[in-house]
């Protein structure tokens, strides 16, 4: 019967995921809240889940990664990656990025590269930022540190007395996957959207609304000279909640029209040229822009911009919106914001001092939270990271007692403040990890992972401990692509866990294939948050991720199932 009850409520779990419509934290929280009022699990357990030394870890490597998203290295070298040789540029923007994503957070390394992409002179910035999505995946798979999802799998491990993964026992694997999937970029860049020759990719949605005072008031669009403005189309007038579109040359401006745009935000500068034509929705400075990215976790989900509170939450006002290439029909008060929504907002002096922005928000562009650090401090940063990791490696100081003393000497520096770190403080991510601890252990103890993991070898007996590993592999391979990569993760370790127990066999293949499942998250732009950063930017929509990442997955996958029985036997 507890089975049963366990069964449905990770069913349901995993429907309301897929949805998209709650709040993950909310979701694994509720759960494990749940199992706690039925006693299936104590209360000591269940907070304890909360201070595991691998949650507590991440959530240090989190903050001090602020302080790296300071150095000039990354933008530095960045710079010098470029050249007029397209395969030259894609491999040595891959590798590059893959070597800070093994040891930083790879969300802000892409993050920190995607201005320099599209910056650079020699190619489309769109046959570069998918690559430079995957290139940070790969990297996260050669470090504990690499990626979130590692050191989530840790507390699992942890949590079930085992020993702890080391720092480097991922190379092995990680190393393979960073060279010949990088490689493999060069054959699938083929299938990528050329801004030059797709122009469409670039537009957003843009309004203005014309003042009473407006001089345009009472003349044609022809005599305003609306008709051929670099870049920018006026397709549309909406006049009292009505559409007019298209929109005749001989229409007469009326005041409090909403003239709608769609072209280049480069060029939003020329709508300041005509008398009383205001950037809809905003109340400030068009010259201060700023493009963001809506994040996973960002409470402006499934929210109209009108209905959002936006300028009052945030201090700034959505000017532009860019979903993929996608065409949005609506007006921007009216739209309903998404996942991967791509804002160019008007900022005030207040925004970078609001809590909630790495919450919401993926920020980008050229404009910086943090005032960069000097190239003595930042050698001094990089310096005193790699000497903790060395430390760590030959077991003269644990990671996180290391990481700690880090953060204090940062803190001392100036290099990093209480006020950064509260800003940026991973509140959902702490509650999803704790939380998923709680029911990965109701889901061992009820039974019901020894279950699954009876149904698996009874179905693939004929195929051996191979055939039970790879379906370990496949079933996070697949929860990856249709939740997310840390979700896929929880749900997936008691399972393998209990796979490899029944099996008698060594456990660390069957944790490694839940390692490199949960990052495997190429074809489609939600399963990671790097992929969907690039999305909106670079114009790709669901076919062009399915194309390019179904292709970089064969490779991906063989290289896991081939090398991880050779490094890790059963």
């Known amino acids: 019967m507890i089975q049963i ?76 990656v470029f050249s007029k040789s397209y395969n030259k540029s894609l491999l ?22 995607i201005s320099v992409v599209k910056q650079n002179k020699f190619h489309s910035y769109s046959k570069l930022l998918l690559p430079l999505s995957y290139a940070a995946i790969f990297g996260g798979t050669i470090t504990l540190i690499g990626t979130s999802t590692n050191l989530i799998i840790n507390s699992f491990v942890i949590e079930r007395g085992l020993e702890p993964l080391s720092l480097f ?51 044609s669009i022809l005599e305003n000279k609306l008709r051929n403005l670099e870049s920018l189309f006026l397709s549309e007038i909406i006049r009292d909640n009505y559409s007019i579109s298209p929109v005749n040359p001989d229409e007469i401006i009326q005041a409090n029209d909403i003239l709608v ?9 020329i709508l300041n040229h005509f008398d009383g034509l205001l950037l809809e929705h905003s109340r400030h400075e068009a010259k201060n822009l700023l493009g963001v990215i809506i994040s996973h976790e960002s409470s402006l989900v499934n929210t109209k911009v009108k209905n959002s509170n936006f300028r009052t939450k945030f201090d700034a006002s ?44 993926y920020v980008l562009g050229d404009i910086s939270i943090q005032k960069k650090l000097s190239l003595f401090q930042s050698l001094i940063v990089c310096l005193s990271f790699l000497f903790v990791l060395i430390l760590s490696f030959f077991k003269i100081i644990t990671l996180v007692k290391g990481l700690f003393i880090l953060l204090t000497f940062f803190l001392i520096m100036g290099f990093l403040n209480f006020s950064e770190i509260k800003r940026r403080f991973p509140y959902d991510l702490v509650i999803i990890i704790g939380s998923s601890l709680g029911i990965a252990f109701v889901m061992i103890e009820s039974g019901l992972a020894n279950s699954l993991a009876n149904f698996l070898n009874s179905t693939l007996g004929g195929f051996g401990v191979y055939g039970s590993f ?75 991720f399915f194309k ?8 991906y996958s063989i290289i896991v199932i081939t090398l991880i029985p050779i490094f890790f036997p059963f």
């Open 5 to 80: 009850f366990v069964a449905f409520t990770i069913i349901i779990l995993l429907y309301l995921l897929i949805q998209n419509k709650i709040k993950p934290a909310i979701l694994f929280f509720g759960l494990v809240l749940i199992y706690y009022i039925f006693n299936l699990i104590e209360i000591k357990p269940m907070l304890n889940n909360f201070t595991n030394e691998s949650l507590v870890t991440l959530i240090l490597l989190l903050i001090i990664s602020i302080t790296f998203e300071k150095t000039i290295f990354i933008s530095s070298l960045a710079n010098k």
């Open 92 to 113: 040595k923007m891959s590798f590059l990025v893959s070597f800070f994503s093994a040891f930083l957070n790879n969300t802000a390394v892409v993050a920190s590269m």
């Open 169 to 219: 026992d991922f190379i092995y694997i990680g190393i393979p996957i960073t060279i010949i999937c990088g490689v493999s970029l060069l054959f699938v860049s083929r299938f990528l959207p050329d801004i030059r020759k797709a122009e469409n990719v670039n537009e957003y949605f843009i309004e203005a609304k014309v003042s009473n005072s407006s001089k345009m008031v009472g003349k």
């Open 261 to 269: 745009f769609t072209g280049d935000v480069k060029y939003l500068e």
């Open 318 to 361: 959505i000017v532009a919106i860019k979903r993929g290439d996608k065409k949005l029909s609506k007006s921007i008060g009216n739209t309903v914001l998404e996942i991967g929504d791509n804002l160019i907002l008007a900022i005030g002096k207040d925004f970078y001092k609001r809590d909630n922005l790495k919450k919401n928000f």
């Open 470 to 544: 790879i379906a370990i592999y496949l079933l996070t391979f697949l929860l990856t692509e249709i939740i997310t990569n840390n979700a896929a993760a929880a749900l997936s370790f008691p399972i393998a866990y209990s796979t490899a127990v029944s099996l008698d066999v060594n456990i660390l293949p069957f944790i490694f294939a839940v390692v490199y499942g949960a990052s495997a998250s190429f074809m489609t732009p939600y399963g990671y948050q790097t992929n969907l950063m690039v999305s909106s930017i670079g114009g790709y929509n669901l076919k062009t």
């Open 548 to 555: 390019v990442g179904f292709f970089i997955s064969i490779i």
